[in-house]
């Protein structure tokens, strides 16, 4: 058959192997389409530039707006990252009717809209399997295998560098910078982590696997977010005698009255007998629970060029068979138009250590001030004595605006020198 042709924006990591694979599997993608698949055009900054594949010098070009607006152009691969021009060249793509396959969340959680409309428009195909946890095919049993289920909730470890990082200071007690000096040297990290250390990364998947599940559209600046840069070896070991591990969760949770959800990514404790408590090094696992399927996990490789390369072959195979069958794949389901719900509403469960003073009555005026926000106290316990005296409390269940209102009042305590740490409690209810 006519072969289908391909035009590739990005030859770095995630690029190069895309091009490795899309060699080496030539036959057998071929097979799986029901056409061969051709490389037409690789769009780069450079020309010169050493690459971590060999590419045919007359494939590379520097004008991607020219490449995605050719005539013979089927699909559109896009590995460049950013909104610009990422953007541009994908309506551009899609509005010409062309199949694009992306791996860009950040875009996506920033104006996944304007995408969709175009593809729609264009009668082409949008698939972005490749933008959330690499590897792990997540993404589209959101949007296909139970799309005729009830998400309740996606609770996951998304982001490979903050977990290894916590993962080294948990297992070896090294501090956050070391352990951070340590994902970089491996490649774990980039030499500017803050999009992954603040939370950034993790907080546009949020926004793409809430959009999915909850059938509305959710851009990451509705997110709460927050990052791991504060937590210490001191909060880790402190988790860790109590029997609870801390990781950074994406937490997308569907009201009790199902008219809205929260969308968040926050350092947790959760317990060290939670199946995510064992996730390791640069590995992502996800949970999606749902009303009539249950709890599903979803555990791999999160990063990397290989593991993401082989998400974008799969929505390449994809996309290539419905342009043969002269079908398209399921468009954005945005019908249950729910509501974001602030972040002060959302039910949660905090950790907190107070340095106090050793002295008849603390616990009283602590136990006073919990209650008068309406918190209540599940476990309390005290540790050292007099300068080194400590206050460890874990709460039930409460809105997260009570339990912030009651860490302001605490701060205000005489009796109470400082709020050592404050860190909210996941995962009890998943098993």
């Known amino acids: 058959m006519k072969p289908l042709k391909v035009a590739l924006l990005g030859c770095g990591v995630v690029g190069s192997q895309v091009?490795?694979?899309?060699?080496?599997?030539?036959?057998?993608?071929?097979?799986?389409?029901?056409?061969?698949?051709?490389?037409?055009?690789?769009?780069?900054?450079?020309l010169g530039r050493k690459r971590d594949v060999e590419v045919d010098p007359a494939l590379l070009t520097t004008d991607a707006e020219s490449?995605?607006?050719?005539?013979?152009?089927?699909?559109?691969?896009?590995?460049?990252?950013?909104?610009?021009?990422?953007?541009?060249?994908?309506?551009?793509?899609?509005?010409?009717?062309?199949?694009?396959?992306?791996?860009?969340?950040?875009l996506l959680a920033e104006d996944g809209a304007t995408l969709h409309e175009a593809a729609r428009a264009g009668n082409g195909d949008l698939y972005f399997e490749a933008s959330v946890a690499g590897a792990i095919p997540l993404l589209r049993p959101l949007r296909e295998s139970l799309a005729g289920d009830h998400v309740k909730r996606v609770l996951g470890i998304v982001n490979g560098t903050t977990n290894y990082i916590l993962d080294k200071m948990d297992s070896t007690g090294a501090s956050f910078?070391?352990?951070?000096?340590?994902?970089?040297?491996?490649?774990?990290?980039?030499?500017?982590?803050?999009?992954?250390?603040e939370g950034f990364d993790a907080a546009a998947k949020a926004a793409i696997l809430a959009g999915l599940a909850?059938?509305?559209?959710?851009?990451?600046?509705?997110?709460?977010?927050?990052?791991?840069?504060?937590?210490?070896?001191?909060?880790?070991?402190?988790?860790?005698?109590?029997?609870?591990v801390i990781k950074l969760l994406a937490?997308?949770?569907?009201?009790?009255?199902?008219?809205?959800?929260?969308?968040?990514?926050?350092?947790?404790?959760?317990?060290?007998?939670?199946p995510l408590a064992g996730v390791r090094e640069a590995y992502n696992a996800v949970f999606v629970e749902a009303e009539s399927a249950g709890q599903l996990m979803f555990y791999g490789k999160g990063a990397g060029g290989a593991p993401t390369a082989s998400a974008v072959l799969g929505d390449l195979v994809a996309v290539g068979r419905n342009r043969l069958a002269g079908t398209r794949g399921p468009e954005e389901s945005t019908y249950a138009?729910?509501?974001?719900?602030?972040?002060?509403?959302?039910?949660?469960?905090?950790?907190?250590?107070?340095?106090?003073?050793?002295?008849?009555?603390?616990?009283?005026?602590?136990?006073e001030l919990f209650s008068k926000h309406d918190v209540s106290i599940q476990t309390v316990r005290q540790e050292g004595r007099g300068d080194?005296?400590?206050?460890?409390?874990?709460?039930?269940?409460?809105?997260?605006?009570?339990?912030?209102?009651?860490?302001?009042?605490?701060?205000?305590?005489d009796i109470v020198r400082a709020v050592a740490s404050v860190m909210r409690v996941e995962g009890d209810e998943v098993g």
Request: proline share 3%; charged share 25%.
């Open 337 to 367: 138009e729910l509501t974001v719900h602030p972040m002060g509403e959302t039910v949660t469960r905090c950790h907190v250590a107070l340095d106090v003073a050793d002295k008849p009555g603390v616990l009283a005026r602590v136990a």
């Open 251 to 274: 937490i997308c949770a569907r009201s009790d009255d199902g008219r809205s959800f929260g969308v968040r990514v926050h350092p947790a404790m959760i317990p060290r007998s939670h």
């Open 67 to 106: 490449l995605v607006t050719r005539d013979d152009i089927d699909i559109v691969i896009e590995v460049i990252g950013g909104i610009e021009p990422a953007r541009s060249l994908i309506t551009a793509a899609l509005s010409r009717g062309k199949s694009v396959v992306t791996a860009n969340k950040a």
């Open 214 to 244: 909850f059938h509305s559209r959710v851009r990451a600046e509705e997110v709460h977010r927050e990052g791991i840069t504060e937590i210490t070896a001191t909060d880790v070991a402190s988790a860790k005698a109590m029997g609870y």
């Open 19 to 46: 091009i490795r694979l899309m060699h080496e599997q030539a036959l057998d993608l071929a097979a799986r389409v029901g056409a061969p698949l051709e490389l037409a055009g690789v769009a780069v900054r450079r």
């Open 177 to 197: 910078t070391d352990a951070l000096e340590e994902a970089q040297t491996l490649g774990y990290a980039e030499a500017d982590p803050t999009a992954d250390v």
């Open 388 to 413: 080194d005296a400590q206050l460890v409390i874990v709460t039930h269940r409460a809105t997260d605006a009570a339990l912030s209102a009651t860490m302001e009042g605490l701060r205000e305590l």
